[in-house]
């Protein structure tokens, strides 16, 4: 099992640029979730999908940000136009939806820096 | 509405203490409780949980927890730290009896730091 995939491993751009964030969650596992991780505020939930389907959008800080997930193996986090605030450590993570006492697998994450 | 506090941002302790992490938490109906380590540039790795039984779980790299209802708390614990041992530590939850999916609420994390 390779676990949660996440690429890049690291993306660096400027501001104003748009940034593509992709996941591929363990295979069979049909939930779906994106964290953002930083110092001032800890790990938040933005976003999570049940069977390919965004269930509870309301982390998502602003309109810039967008989530898909067009099939169970793919989903991707957009960012655009992308700001220095957006800068954190985004992770992925995945479990089965049916099955509430498994815990979720995480991404080893993507580190965006935005300038 | 579930929630989870961790107190302590900072744990310290000297190699073979024990140690402790502390965690309680609030649910309307009947939790399920994890714990997760992350280690640096690493995301975040299940550690242990409990669902039902008894108290006292056990979990990997010599962890263990104990669930206290009468508390809502639910501390992580080992015997004898180790240096390696050195990392973020996160307490999440999540209702038992939640239909609105299996959404789990994270602390805020505690970083334990174990000295030679």
């Known amino acids: 099992d390779a676990g949660v995939i996440q690429s890049p491993r690291h993306e660096v751009t400027e501001m104003g640029q748009e940034v593509t964030l992709r996941c591929k969650p363990i295979s069979g596992h049909n939930s779906l979730f994106w964290y953002r991780q930083t110092m001032m505020r800890g790990l938040e939930l933005l976003i999570y999908f049940n069977n390919n389907v965004p269930i509870d959008d309301s982390g998502m800080p602003e309109d810039r940000f967008s989530a898909k997930m067009p099939n169970a193996s793919f989903s991707t986090l957009k960012i655009q136009p992308s700001e220095p605030r957006d800068s954190a450590v985004y992770f992925c993570?995945?479990?089965?939806?049916?099955?509430?006492?498994?815990?979720?697998?995480f991404g080893n994450g993507t580190r965006l820096t935005v300038t | 509405a579930q929630s989870v506090a961790q107190p302590e941002d900072q744990v310290n302790v000297a190699e073979g203490n024990p140690l402790t992490v502390k965690c309680t938490y609030s649910?309307?109906?009947?939790?399920?409780l994890f714990w997760y380590v992350q280690y640096p540039n690493r995301g975040l790795q299940f550690l242990l949980k409990?669902?039902?039984?008894?108290?006292l779980v056990k979990g990997s790299y010599g962890f263990e927890a104990e669930f206290n209802k009468s508390q809502t708390s639910f501390h992580l614990k080992k015997p004898s730290a180790l240096v390696s041992d050195s990392a973020l530590y996160f307490c999440?939850?999540?209702?038992?009896?939640?239909?609105?999916?299996?959404?789990?609420?994270f602390g805020g994390g505690t970083r334990l730091m174990v000295k030679p």
């Open positions: 993570a995945s479990s089965f939806r049916q099955a509430r006492r498994s815990p979720l697998h």
């Open positions: 649910v309307s109906g009947n939790p399920y």
């Open positions: 999440a939850v999540r209702d038992m009896n939640n239909n609105a999916g299996n959404m789990l609420t």
């Open positions: 409990y669902i039902t039984g008894d108290n």
